[in-house]
């Protein structure tokens, strides 16, 4: 069964720093592309980094440019994401997304990044 599994959520101090992982399994599902997105309480899931599994092009939402690196292992069907110079705005759950070359979209349960002040 296909599955997408996010991990390495947590509290940090602002200005610091996180790695986000994310695997999609069965490592035999091939994969188009993989990404991550955001969603605060209340509002709309936002669109964060995204990776092509094939190429490596990657693209970044204007708010985290400069500060967020999306990475990918894809013999492991695995992608991480950078953060760095944390701030209190980037608190929220990350949700990652992996799109198989064919068929639907797996939507991993979210891991919650939170910033102090």
């Known amino acids: 069964q296909e599955q997408v599994v996010e991990s390495g959520g947590g509290l940090v101090e602002a200005g610091g720093s996180l790695r986000l992982s994310c695997v999609a399994s069965?490592?035999?599902?091939?994969?188009?592309?993989m990404a991550w997105f955001r969603q605060a309480p209340g509002k709309e899931r936002e669109f964060v980094a995204r990776?092509?599994?094939?190429?490596?092009?990657?693209n970044y939402a204007d708010s985290v440019k400069g500060r967020f690196t999306i990475d990918k292992d894809s013999a492991e069907n695995t992608v991480f994401l950078d953060m760095k110079t944390l701030e209190p705005g980037d608190t929220t759950i990350y949700y990652c997304?992996?799109?198989?070359?064919?068929?639907?979209?797996?939507w991993g349960q979210g891991t919650q990044v939170t910033v102090s002040s």
């Open positions: 069965p490592r035999s599902l091939s994969l188009h592309d």
């Open positions: 997304k992996a799109r198989p070359l064919l068929g639907r979209e797996y």
């Open positions: 990776i092509n599994m094939i190429s490596g092009s990657t």
